[in-house]
């Protein structure tokens, strides 16, 4: 049976939308929502604004008011019935209670075999341990490496216009659409 791995913020749950609020409400910023990632966020508005919103909206009042990701709900549902799905995430384990919260209120949580933290290791290190075969997430630092181990990676951008760099071995999808186009 295929193993995926999901990365949760922005990519099931729409944090990124959240994100780009807090940055309009606290910087006074306009960043689009596929910007909102670690890699791409931190050069626009500074590691110690991006480390200041992260400890805002990664907390539990926000992780639940974040809406799902168009499509994320469905898709986890069909994956869910020919695959082992696991979420692999960077949100330390003190933060995932909040997420698994927010999978149950969108009735979702049945869909999830597991949740793991890269917290302390990383999502590479994290897929070759559960014998996952496709990482989808939305920060490409997390999937440059996979191809190494033989294992498929999905850079999911929703909303992403123009140009945009996808490095060799890396399958840009703007939609959950197109992320099951490509499974």
């Known amino acids: 049976m295929p193993c995926l791995g999901i990365d949760y913020d922005a990519t099931i ?3 990124n939308f959240v994100k780009a609020t807090w940055i309009r409400d606290n910087l006074g910023l306009e960043v689009s929502p596929w910007q909102c990632d670690r890699t791409t966020c931190v050069p626009i508005i500074g590691v110690e604004n991006y480390e200041a919103m992260s ?3 990664y907390e539990r009042d926000y992780t639940l008011v974040a809406p799902p990701i168009a499509g994320a709900l469905g898709a986890l549902r069909t994956l869910s019935l020919h695959s ?3 979420i692999i995430t960077a949100r330390p ?3 995932i209670a909040f997420a698994k919260t927010w999978l149950e209120q969108h009735g979702a949580a049945d869909t ?3 949740i793991f933290s890269s917290a302390a290791s990383n999502k590479q290190t994290l897929c070759r341990e559960h014998g996952v ?3 989808i997430d939305d920060d490409v630092r997390h999937l440059v490496h996979l191809s190494e181990q033989s294992a498929r990676a999905i850079l999911f951008k929703p909303g992403v216009d123009g140009e945009f760099v996808i490095p060799v071995g890396v399958t ?3 939609s959950w659409d197109e992320v099951m186009a490509a499974l």
């Open 172 to 174: 840009l999808c703007r």
């Open 55 to 57: 400890s805002v909206v």
């Open 133 to 135: 075969n496709v990482l």
């Open 93 to 95: 384990p003190c933060r």
């Open 112 to 114: 999830i075999n597991n």
């Open 13 to 15: 749950a729409d944090t």
């Open 84 to 86: 082992r799905v696991y």
